[in-house]
């Protein structure tokens, strides 16, 4: 059985090292670990926030004492209601990453399963995310459904 937990604040420094593993693996991604300085406090402010509306569920390394072995993170968003969702209430999972050591044993799955359990206790009534075609089959299994919504995004 793996042992999920909630992150917290000591573990913010871990949790960018496996954030950075997800950046790393993907195309096009920038390298760059400067911007950790800068995350860090912040990171560490809302680790902090036991009934916030962000989350982030970790593994340990079972042959690392101190390091991590799995990442999922997650917030809740409010948008005005429709006929799926009335209150609005949204997950949205980002941050999935499990060390090269540690993968094929069921840690992203574990974590991102106590991640939608925490989702249900908020009343989200759907979760999105997006996938690498590697990790697509993660989703689907777990009732992930593949839609054909544009996304348009804009940096500020």
């Known amino acids: 059985m793996t042992l999920v937990r909630r992150a917290v604040p000591e573990d913010a420094e ?63 968003d409010y948008r005005i209601g429709g006929a799926r969702n009335p209150q609005g209430v949204d997950g949205y999972v980002f ?22 359990e925490w989702f249900r206790e908020r009343g989200a009534r759907r979760v999105r995310l997006t996938a690498s075609a590697q990790a697509e089959s993660l989703y689907v299994s777990l009732g992930f459904e593949r839609r054909p919504d544009p996304l348009l995004e804009l940096r500020l």
């Open 14 to 76: 871990e949790v960018l090292r496996l954030r950075q593993v997800m950046i790393d693996s993907m195309a096009r991604s920038d390298p760059s670990t400067a911007w950790h300085a800068d995350s860090l406090p912040v990171l560490r402010g809302r680790l902090a926030e036991p009934d916030g509306t962000f989350a982030a569920f970790v593994v340990d390394h079972p042959e690392r004492p101190g390091a991590l072995a799995a990442l999922v993170a997650g917030t809740v």
């Open 95 to 116: 941050s999935v990453a499990t060390d090269p050591d540690a993968r094929r044993r069921g840690y992203a799955r574990a974590c991102v399963e106590a991640l939608l």
